[in-house]
T-cell receptor, first 114, second 112 residues
Framework: AQSVTQLGSHVSVSEGALVLLRCNYSSSVPPYLFWYVQYPNQGLQLLLK??????LVKGINGFEAEFKKSETSFHLTKPSAHMSDAAEYFC????????????FGTGTRLTVIP | TAGITQAPTSQILAAGRSMTLRCTQD?????MYWYRQDLGLGLRLIHY???????GKGEVPDGYSVSRANTDDFPLTLASAVPSQTSVYFC???????????FGEGSRLTVL
């Protein structure tokens, strides 16, 4: 069975500082991995995805994530936090793009301190 | 473009009453999903539909039913609501070739 673990339900960073949100996955086969962002009172929207092509994936709003098979990780980073990055971030895993389910992590709430 | 439209955005419901949450998409995606979001638990799949006329159970299907009469609509029904069904419900559809999910803005349901 596949699952994801997001380390840290809350992360606070200063504006301009590095953002690092951690995600580890478990999967019996090579996974498809996603990061979604949820702004207050909105649905989730896709930030980026890994589907077995390049291991370093670039997404919207300056975010990127690196798939590391040896560490079973897919951490999300951004070099310089902006106030508008404050949101909840969800990591998700699927066995294939057409799978019936994405398994979501429990989410990490990012706070950006001015 | 509208994408996924959910209604109502918020509802307070007495326990034992029935309720249907509506979901409509205008992207002609085959696959659609209902998730519930609860604090500390992330999103959990309730039911899904791979194409019109078919549905399947997700991780937490008990107490919920769905139908998929056509491509655009995927309503979620609570036949007899209980307080544990208090949650935020999200409808989503999937773009087939990338696997990306598109979400509605959610329906906040409170069962008293």
């Amino acid at each position: 069975a596949q699952s994801v673990t997001q380390l840290g339900s809350h992360v606070s960073v200063s504006e301009g500082a590095l953002v690092l949100l951690r995600c580890n996955y478990s999967s019996s086969v090579p996974p498809y991995l996603f990061w979604y962002v949820q702004y207050p009172n909105q649905g989730l929207q896709l930030l980026l995805k890994y589907t077995s092509a390049a291991t370093l994936v670039k997404g919207i709003n300056g975010f990127e994530a690196e798939f590391k098979k040896s560490e079973t990780s897919f951490h999300l980073t951004k070099p310089s936090a902006h106030m508008s990055d404050a949101a909840e971030y969800f990591c998700a895993v699927s066995l294939q793009t057409g799978a019936n389910n994405l398994f979501f992590g429990t989410g990490t709430r990012l706070t950006v301190i001015p | 473009t509208a994408g996924i439209t959910q209604a109502p955005t918020s509802q307070i419901l007495a326990a034992g009453r029935s309720m249907t949450l509506r979901c409509t998409q205008d992207m002609r995606h085959n696959a659609m999903y209902w998730y519930r979001q609860d604090l500390g638990l992330g999103l959990r799949l309730i039911h899904y539909s791979n194409t019109a006329g078919t549905t399947g159970k997700g991780e937490v299907p008990d107490g919920y039913s769905v139908s998929r009469a056509n491509t655009d609509d995927f309503p979620l029904t609570l036949a007899s609501a209980v307080p544990s069904q208090t949650s935020v419900y999200f409808c989503a559809s999937r773009l087939a070739n990338t696997g990306e999910l598109f979400f509605g803005e959610g329906s906040r349901l409170t069962v008293l």
